[in-house]
């Protein structure tokens, strides 16, 4: 029986999106350049809630169920390739990053605050993981803009095994306000 589970809050794709995120990948993630990120795990993560003891888990769905109502609808625009060296990362980036998604973070960080969670203290820079191991970044180039439209957000569990993490969403809720 597992005694802790490896949490976060994300956006889910939807089929648009998902569409867009799989040729993104395909596109700036030459093969060996690094190891692409499967369809099944492309997400913006909103808040990393890491190891969470088994017991704790209704806190945390308590958390999702409060934000939901106040929670606004609304678009991301990746449009900024990033490599982030020291995790070896490439992503994709928002120059731009809609204050109903900043809104929706602040109250995921104070209703988790509320049941006695530590919230995450870097600032929050939503990103689309392309690719892990990512040795060197790729030339510069321009990126076509990826628009991703929210409508509801979910708790995931992070599942590790030999062919790397897979992600199961535990609960899903919409975006109501």
Same mark, same amino acid.
């Given at each position: 029986m ?7 809050f =994300? ?7 998902? =569409?867009a995120?799989?040729a993104?990948?395909h596109? *700036?993630v ?9 369809p ?7 808040e990393?809630?890491?190891?969470v003891?088994?017991?704790?888990? #209704? /806190?945390v *769905?308590?958390?999702?169920?409060? #934000?939901?109502s ?5 678009? @991301?625009?990746?449009?900024? +390739? ?13 120059? #731009?990053? $809609?204050?109903?998604? #900043? %809104?929706?973070?602040? /109250? +995921?960080?104070?209703?988790?605050a509320?049941?006695?969670f530590?919230?995450?203290?870097r ?7 392309? =690719?892990?191991?990512?040795?060197l970044?790729?030339? =510069? ?8 439209? %929210? ?7 992070s @599942?590790?095994?030999?062919?790397g993490?897979?992600?199961?969403? *535990?609960?899903?809720? $919409?975006?109501? %306000?």
């Amino acid at each position: 029986m597992k005694t802790e589970r490896r949490l976060f809050f =994300a956006l889910w794709p939807g089929p648009a999106a998902l =569409a867009a995120a799989t040729a993104a990948v395909h596109r *700036l993630v030459p093969y060996g350049t690094g190891r692409p990120q499967r369809p099944d795990q492309l997400h913006l993560t909103l808040e990393f809630l890491g190891d969470v003891p088994e017991p704790r888990l #209704v /806190s945390v *769905l308590e958390a999702g169920v409060a #934000v939901a109502s106040s929670a606004t609808p609304f678009e @991301i625009v990746l449009d900024r +390739l990033e490599y982030w060296q020291r995790p070896q990362v490439l992503c994709l980036t928002a120059s #731009v990053v $809609p204050e109903p998604q #900043v %809104a929706l973070v602040r /109250s +995921l960080r104070s209703a988790l605050a509320a049941r006695g969670f530590e919230p995450e203290e870097r600032s929050f820079k939503p990103h689309l993981t392309l =690719a892990r191991k990512v040795r060197l970044p790729p030339p =510069a180039e321009s990126t076509e803009s990826l628009r991703w439209a %929210a409508h509801d957000y979910s708790l995931v569990e992070s @599942i590790s095994g030999p062919d790397g993490s897979r992600y199961e969403r *535990l609960s899903t809720w $919409p975006m109501r %306000a």
